[in-house]
């Protein structure tokens, strides 16, 4: 190994397998060489059967469905408030001064403990999940949208300048496609985050969900259930993280390095 | 009749942190003839890149004004087109589309300016490019298509702020034919920022020397070796004359702007 040196596609595809499968072995050795008790932490076969049982019996795929929806919905809400809002923030330096220092502020509320105010305000409904949501995205993708307009190479706005563009063209043929990848690249890291603020959202006041069922297995010590829901999380993730990067790929080819 | 006319020009920045005011540029004055091509020469850091910006309108002067074609410089416009030292094509866009940005902006109808990218890009050989993105294109050619762009404006005239500073020796001797070649053909007027004396020779009916900063013009040389101009005028004797006198005057000022020696 040396530092930098890259590596074959086929190696990088093996080393990533090797380790998901270290894990699983060290998860079993664990669970079925008793080490930890059954009540704490199921193993491996166990979750895959509780698993199973929740797919066919008790409609988990519902519960999948419903928490993708809210962390959907409340994404792209914030996403469509956040990021015309972002580049006029990075764009213009009066609304920046104007807004900059409450979102920097509105930014470290934590999006869980508006949970109980918003049980209060919207009830235990919809509405209440896509707004943790919303809270928990909206100023996170304001912030760094504002920074990555605002960092746009002022080179290029100056030959866009000497070329005859005006401020329209500025900010809609300069500003906006300049930072267009990293705006997607933002979209997806926030996703990525709201993923948390749901399941959060869910394990209070909720009776639908993924959150919803892994507090309810909690009750039964269901820990091959909790298990279950956890890992399909993280499929969900990896499916959504491979998605963008294509969608970005292909909306973006000028910027791949 | 002058072309653009600078007229007391100076640029004083405003002190950092308590420091001293910084003065880039001392009073200047300069007159354009339409069609010149006229270089500026300077060691580093005397305010002749400074200039270039006032001019084209990216900076505003401390005193003095500004005129082209008789109308005061404001603001940055297409009637200056601008050729910068760092690689300013849009990345998001291909060749043909950089082209054709100005033209664009401007409102022109698609089929003109497809007929005019399609010229110039013929003009600075890069016609099997045009649907290339610039991060796919050599350095040389990114500043080609970056002349080209601001050409396809048609501006009433050029600046170019050491366009070819960061290009290899053959590549930049090349650059410089290309340019020649189309100035010869279009007749634009140019003004033309390098620390390079060959180049500012080459290129130039007219080479203005400036000092160390505070920059100021020190010497105004016409240079009168006929056009158009082939490479080999490099090596002859009347060139050498002048590259020498050239290189004694900023060989001072490279001494007092790197703090005497």
Redesign the interface.
């Known amino acids: 190994m040396r530092p930098l040196a890259p590596i074959s596609n086929g190696s990088r595809i093996v080393l990533g397998i090797l380790f998901f499968i270290l894990f699983v072995a060290a998860w079993a050795f664990a669970t079925f060489g008793g080490y930890v008790s059954k009540t704490f932490l199921a193993d491996p076969v166990t979750m895959l059967e509780d698993g199973w049982l929740l797919l066919t019996k008790h409609g988990f795929l519902g519960d999948i469905g419903i928490t993708v929806w809210r962390v959907v919905g409340g994404f792209m809400i914030a996403a469509l408030v956040a990021v015309p809002l972002g580049i006029l923030m990075g764009a213009y330096k009066p609304i920046e001064a104007f807004l900059e220092p409450f979102v920097s502020f509105a930014r470290y509320l934590p999006a869980s403990a508006f949970i109980p105010l918003l049980i209060l305000w919207a009830g235990i409904g919809e509405l209440q999940k896509l707004l943790v949501i919303f809270i928990g995205s909206v100023f996170q993708i304001i912030l760094m949208v504002a920074v990555t307009v605002s960092a746009v190479r002022r080179d290029l706005v100056e030959a866009a300048l000497t070329l005859g563009a005006k401020d329209s063209g500025i900010l809609a043929r300069v500003l906006i496609p300049s930072s267009a990848p990293d705006i997607a690249e933002i979209l997806r890291l926030v996703l990525g985050w709201a993923w948390t603020y749901v399941i959060v959202a869910e394990l209070i006041g909720s009776s639908s969900g993924i959150g919803h069922m892994i507090i309810d297995s909690q009750a039964l010590l269901a820990t091959g259930q909790i298990i279950f829901g956890i890992i399909v999380i993280g499929i969900i993730g990896l499916i959504s993280d491979y998605l963008f990067k294509a969608v970005n790929r292909h909306l973006f080819p000028w910027s791949l390095s | 009749m002058s072309k653009l006319l600078v007229e007391n020009v100076s640029r004083v920045f405003p002190p950092v942190r308590g420091g001293a005011p910084t003065r880039a540029l001392e009073p200047t004055n300069i007159s354009i003839g339409d069609n010149d091509f006229v270089t500026i020469l300077g060691p580093s850091g005397c305010g002749k890149s400074t200039l270039l910006r006032l001019v084209?309108?990216?900076d505003t002067p401390t005193t003095g004004q500004i005129l082209l074609d008789r109308k005061p410089v404001k603001?940055?416009?297409?009637d200056?087109?601008?050729v910068?030292q760092?690689y300013?094509l849009?990345?998001?866009?291909t060749i043909a589309e950089n082209v054709a940005?100005?033209l664009?902006?401007?409102g022109v109808s698609l089929r003109e300016r497809t007929d005019v990218v399609r010229q110039w890009l013929d003009r600075v050989g890069l016609t099997n490019f045009a649907h290339h993105?610039?991060?796919q294109l050599s350095g040389g050619m990114q500043q080609r298509t970056?002349i080209a762009?601001?050409l396809a404006?048609d501006p009433a005239i050029l600046?170019l702020d050491e366009p070819f500073g960061a290009l290899d020796n053959q590549t930049r001797a090349l650059m410089q034919e290309l340019l020649l070649g189309i100035w010869e053909r279009e007749r634009k007027t140019v003004l033309f920022v390098t620390h390079d004396i060959e180049e500012a020779i080459f290129l130039a009916s007219r080479v203005v020397v400036m000092t160390a900063r505070p920059g100021r013009i020190k010497a105004d040389i016409p240079i009168d070796l006929g056009y158009p101009r082939h490479y080999t005028v490099k090596t002859s004797p009347e060139f050498s004359a002048i590259k020498a006198r050239l290189t004694e005057e900023i060989r001072v000022e490279a001494v007092l702007a790197a703090g005497g020696v």
């Open positions: 084209a309108g990216l603001n940055p416009g297409p200056r087109g601008m910068f760092s300013t849009f990345p998001w866009l940005f100005g664009r902006e401007k993105y610039p991060k970056a762009r601001a404006n600046l």
